[in-house]
């Protein structure tokens, strides 16, 4: 797996757009027991294993979301959560997995990853992504990448195919193009929700910059700039039969950001991490606060040294978040396969799956 073949003869990225291609019109419910659903044999007796995923946290009130929209959102979860966690059954890596579904939620235009990525106040759209494998601490990450289809991928080829952990803007491009890494035009980026958005928060900046002149304070107006109302960063962590954990993030990042801003999504050990002695963590929330306090790594630490469980790791860490001001949640596995979804947030888009093949899909605070 680790050198891009699987078992049956197919390179990774066959496998992945196989995967994908497989679960284009899935039907949805809060619970589903995938067995039914995957037509893939599951071995119930094989030791531990778990598939996490989140689509970013944030205000997600009820009254603004449709039924028809919330029927999307846990379908596109569901299909993500599923193409991973059939990676897993099949024996497959858990890098494998996280890649899977995070490319899944990367093409949706529902999320604030790849296709439907918030726009920056240039009006253009910067991408942040990373990936970990917990086996080796080995890692991969890009930021401020303006074409690149799915950034989790060239992450990926970061941690796979250079010596560095992070590339970030022209550079992560020139070694994209010297990979055959898909390019998309900008417009790829562009959905119609995003831009009014962008539109309001180009109004609000303009506003802020007439108080702000008027009180003689030239200073640039950026700490409104939050995800609670735009949310969307997507991320997965994974344990596999083998042991092995792994976690990624992807994200367009905080909304009419400016000056090359890089969110905590692309940090190892603030957006995501993983380690096969502890966990592995995926991170969504005001980035700034999360690169801050090194969030999932802290998570890491947390159980390493101090000795807690993933859970109360994940509530400590977002616990600092919240006392500096800042919101957002975490989603992680342990190395015995234990789950955590921890948000200071009102929700967060969530979904996970266990041995059992149970899945379980949330937007809301339980
Ligand atoms: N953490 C991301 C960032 O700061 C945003 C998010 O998760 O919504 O770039």
Redesign the pocket.
């Known amino acids: 797996m680790k050198n891009n073949k699987l078992e049956n003869g197919k390179n990774r990225r066959e496998f992945i757009g196989d995967i994908a291609k497989g679960f284009g019109a899935l039907a949805i419910g809060s619970t589903l027991n995938l067995n039914l659903l995957a037509n893939v044999p599951t071995n119930q007796t094989a030791e531990k294993f778990g598939f996490i995923i989140h689509g970013?946290?944030?205000t997600l009130e009820k009254s603004q979301m449709t039924p028809a929209l919330e029927r999307e959102y846990r379908a596109k979860l569901t299909e993500a959560l599923t193409a991973g966690y059939n990676v897993i059954v099949k024996n497959g890596a858990a890098l494998d997995a996280v890649e899977t579904a995070i490319h899944i939620l990367e093409d949706s235009p529902l999320f604030?990853a790849g296709k439907g990525a918030v726009f920056t106040a240039a009006g253009t759209n910067e991408l942040?992504a990373s990936i970990m494998d917990g086996s080796n601490l080995m890692a991969g990450a890009v930021g401020d990448v303006q074409h690149i289809k799915n950034p989790i991928s060239l992450a990926r080829l970061v941690m796979e195919k250079s010596p560095h952990v992070m590339l970030v803007g022209e550079g992560a491009e020139t070694f994209a193009k010297q990979n055959g890494v898909t390019f998309v035009p900008q417009s790829y980026f562009r959905t119609e929700q995003r831009w009014q958005e962008y539109l309001q928060d180009k109004a609000n900046d303009e506003k802020q910059k007439q108080k702000q002149s008027d009180k003689k304070a030239k200073a640039v107006s950026v700490n409104y700039v939050t995800?609670n109302d735009?949310?969307?960063?997507v991320g997965a962590a994974a344990l596999d039969k083998m042991g092995n954990l792994a976690a990624g993030t992807s994200?367009g990042?905080?909304s009419y950001?400016r000056f090359g801003r890089?969110?905590?999504?692309p940090i190892i050990g603030a957006?995501t991490y993983a380690n096969n002695d502890t966990c592995a963590i995926s991170?969504?929330?005001?980035?700034?606060y999360?690169i801050r306090l090194g969030v999932a790594r802290d998570i890491s630490a947390l159980m390493e040294y101090g000795g807690k469980s993933i859970e109360e790791a994940a509530q400590i860490a977002i616990g600092k978040v919240g006392k500096l001001g800042g919101t957002?949640g975490v989603v992680g596995i342990d190395k015995n396969g234990n789950f955590v979804e921890f948000f200071n947030t009102d929700g967060m888009y969530r979904g996970r799956v266990g041995t059992d093949g149970k899945m379980n899909i949330q937007i809301y605070k339980n």
Not at 262 to 265: M, P
Not at 283 to 288: K, L, P, Q, R, S
Request: glycine share 34%; hydrophobic share 20%; proline share 0%.
């Open positions: 970013g946290a944030g604030n942040d995800i735009k949310h969307g960063t994200t990042g905080l950001k890089i969110g905590d999504s957006g991170a969504t929330g005001d980035g700034e999360f957002g």
